[in-house]
């Protein structure tokens, strides 16, 4: 008698494991596209961007540093360059009149020359764009929008004649889902005479449209210590609001080569207070931009710091 060979599988049973693979795999991929988020609204851009979860404020959150210590603190500010980690920054505008309204327009390019347009949202923005005049007046925060070729756009005004410097501060997304931030830095002129403000001395406390900011704290070269803000109104603590996902975001600024640290604050106020953890990376003098919300509405007040 002939050998029969091995049965053949019956054909529901086939059906069924086909529409089991076929639902694991539809699983796996809505996991996989639900953890990307589309950015550009605006402009109507389908570049993809991830979410990008914060630590906690137990460490300073600097962006763009890409020289550490074995702790991870900051030795170098980021922002000094216009290419890091195989990425850069490519302004498609440089030039401005001087208190007219403008806009400037960037791209990020890879290390083949090509736009990047997958961004992960930090604190609420995929791209944050920090603006200041070389003596380290004009400070803007500012948040552009993206094209879908990858070319990001603001309107921009450069108040005073001058050299000022622009910050873009930024996560990118690889296409393995890993995530690189990156701070970049390029110069922006406005010619016409240009009388540079000398930095105002250190100070611990200012006002800002009828606000008294304060804060606490002794930063110390290569050190991670805290700095806690305390602002007031007229009747006492001031109703603190988050702002881009925190109760405030600090700016630090090294007078000379404006090297960049951009530091958030612990997750809740402590004692009404925000704080910070500040590594400054060498002595020198800083200037500090705290940005904070009350009613809606965002102001900056800034201070000068001697580290020594």
Same mark, same amino acid.
């Given at each position: 008698?002939?050998?029969?060979?091995?049965?053949?599988?019956?054909?529901?049973?086939?059906?069924?494991?086909?529409?089991?693979?076929?639902?694991?795999?539809?699983?796996?991929?809505?996991?996989?596209?639900?953890?990307?988020?589309?950015?550009?609204?605006?402009?109507?851009?389908?570049?993809?961007?991830?979410?990008?979860?914060?630590?906690?404020?137990?460490?300073?959150?600097?962006?763009?540093?890409?020289?550490?210590?074995?702790?991870?603190?900051?030795?170098?500010?980021?922002?000094?360059?216009?290419?890091?980690?195989?990425?850069?920054?490519?302004?498609?505008?440089?030039?401005?009149?001087?208190?007219?309204?403008?806009?400037?327009?960037?791209?990020?390019?890879?290390?083949?020359?090509?736009?990047?347009?997958?961004?992960?949202?930090?604190?609420?923005?995929?791209? $944050? %764009?920090?603006?200041? @005049?070389?003596?380290?007046? *004009? &400070?803007? +925060?500012? !948040? =552009?929008?993206?094209?879908?070729?990858?070319?990001?756009?603001?309107?921009?005004?450069?108040?005073?004649?001058?050299?000022?410097?622009?910050?873009?501060?930024?996560?990118?997304?690889?296409?393995?889902?890993?995530?690189?931030?990156?701070?970049?830095?390029?110069?922006?002129?406005?010619?016409?005479?240009?009388?540079?403000?000398?930095?105002?001395?250190?100070?611990?406390?200012?006002?800002?449209?009828?606000?008294?900011?304060?804060?606490?704290?002794?930063?110390?070269?290569?050190?991670?210590?805290?700095?806690?803000?305390?602002?007031?109104?007229?009747?006492?603590?001031?109703?603190?609001?988050?702002?881009?996902?925190?109760?405030? $975001? %600090?700016?630090?600024? @090294?007078?000379?080569?404006? *090297? &960049?640290? +951009?530091? !958030? =604050?612990?997750?809740?106020?402590?004692?009404?207070?925000?704080?910070?953890?500040?590594?400054?990376?060498?002595?020198?003098?800083?200037?500090?931009?705290?940005?904070?919300?009350?009613?809606?509405?965002?102001?900056?007040?800034?201070?000068?710091?001697?580290?020594?």
């Amino acid at each position: 008698m002939a050998d029969p060979g091995p049965a053949e599988p019956d054909r529901s049973t086939l059906r069924l494991a086909l529409v089991v693979g076929g639902l694991v795999l539809a699983v796996l991929l809505g996991f996989g596209l639900g953890r990307l988020n589309t950015t550009g609204a605006a402009t109507g851009s389908p570049s993809l961007a991830a979410e990008h979860t914060d630590p906690p404020g137990v460490a300073p959150h600097n962006h763009g540093s890409a020289i550490t210590t074995d702790q991870g603190a900051p030795t170098e500010p980021g922002g000094l360059a216009v290419s890091s980690a195989g990425f850069t920054l490519t302004p498609l505008t440089s030039e401005f009149t001087a208190g007219r309204p403008g806009q400037l327009r960037f791209q990020v390019r890879d290390a083949q020359r090509r736009p990047v347009t997958r961004f992960a949202i930090v604190h609420d923005k995929p791209m $944050h %764009l920090i603006v200041v @005049r070389r003596d380290l007046t *004009g &400070y803007q +925060h500012l !948040h =552009p929008t993206m094209a879908a070729d990858g070319t990001w756009s603001v309107p921009l005004t450069l108040g005073q004649p001058g050299l000022w410097r622009a910050y873009a501060d930024f996560t990118v997304v690889a296409d393995n889902g890993a995530q690189t931030a990156v701070t970049l830095g390029t110069d922006l002129v406005a010619p016409g005479d240009y009388r540079p403000r000398p930095l105002p001395g250190p100070a611990t406390s200012t006002t800002v449209d009828g606000f008294t900011v304060g804060y606490q704290g002794t930063p110390q070269p290569g050190a991670t210590v805290p700095l806690t803000f305390r602002v007031d109104g007229a009747g006492g603590a001031a109703p603190l609001e988050r702002y881009l996902g925190a109760y405030g $975001h %600090l700016v630090a600024l @090294r007078e000379g080569d404006l *090297g &960049y640290l +951009h530091v !958030h =604050p612990e997750t809740e106020l402590v004692d009404g207070q925000i704080k910070f953890w500040l590594t400054t990376p060498g002595p020198g003098r800083y200037r500090l931009y705290l940005d904070f919300q009350v009613n809606a509405e965002v102001r900056t007040a800034e201070f000068t710091l001697t580290v020594s």
